[in-house]
């Protein structure tokens, strides 16, 4: 890693993986991703909060996986009233500013990335 903006940006990337991830090995690849970002930047307080995040959540999914291993195959769940492949038809969802701060969502840190 060069520099921090490049660090980030592989974090961010990492992050919109995780819960793509169909099977444990490519948990493993992300995972080792983040070690490197992590031991690039020892000294930045911040970044490590952010890949200590991450981690977890890698972690999670592992278990998540581990414990049904048909979980990461799964289609995502349809809007209701449509077939097949979904339609321009479908409600709106609202913003997050309309829902507002939900329990359990992820916050983002400074970085732009989640946090649990």
């Known amino acids: 890693m060069r520099d921090i903006a490049t660090a980030l940006q592989e974090l ?48 999670d999914r592992g278990r998540r996986l581990r414990e049904n291993p048909d979980e990461g195959r799964r289609e995502p769940a349809r809007p209701e009233g449509t077939k097949g492949i979904w339609s321009d038809t479908t409600a709106p969802r609202p913003t997050a500013d309309a829902r507002g701060p939900t329990p359990g969502r992820h916050q983002t840190n400074r970085f732009g990335l989640s946090s649990s």
Do not use: C, G, M, N
């Open 12 to 59: 961010k990337w990492v992050e919109t993986r995780i819960d793509e991830a169909q099977d444990l090995e490519s948990l493993r690849s992300l995972y080792q991703r983040v070690q490197t970002v992590r031991r690039s930047f020892p000294d930045d307080f911040d970044l490590q909060l952010s890949v200590a995040d991450l981690q977890e959540r890698l972690i």
